[in-house]
């Protein structure tokens, strides 16, 4: 069974960091796209940044770019997402998602899978 479980979120102030892990069960990462995107409430569902997990290929939302960098661990079956200098505006539930066609899009009807879910707050 394939599943997708996200992890490392929390309670952080502004200007902190956190990295969150995307772990995936029951299959390899290597032949799809993994995305992370986050929801905040009243809001819809956005994407963050995305990876090509077998060529390393990556994208980044304007809200993440030179904040947030996402990387993977091949071994380990985890893709990862440093996030820092962390905003209020960055609180959101974040989810991974992982997709088998080419494409670093954060269109969410083209990811087949997704994790439950991890909450990031920034507060002071």
């Known amino acids: 069974q394939l599943q997708l479980v996200e992890s490392g979120g929390g309670l952080v102030q502004p200007g902190g960091s956190l990295r969150l892990s995307c772990a995936g069960a029951g299959f390899s990462f290597r032949s799809y796209v993994i995305g992370w995107f986050r929801q905040a409430p009243g809001k819809e569902r956005e994407g963050v940044s995305c990876i090509s997990v077998g060529g390393g290929s990556t994208s980044y939302a304007d809200s993440a770019k030179g904040r947030f960098t996402i990387s993977k661990d091949n071994a380990k079956n985890t893709v990862y997402l440093q996030m820092n200098s962390l905003k209020p505006e960055d609180t959101a539930v974040y989810y991974c998602?992982?997709?088998?066609?080419?494409?670093?899009?954060?269109?969410?009807?083209?990811?087949?899978?997704w994790g439950q879910g991890t909450q990031v707050t920034v507060s002071s």
């Open positions: 998602a992982a997709k088998l066609r080419w494409g670093l899009v954060f269109d969410t009807r083209e990811y087949n899978y």
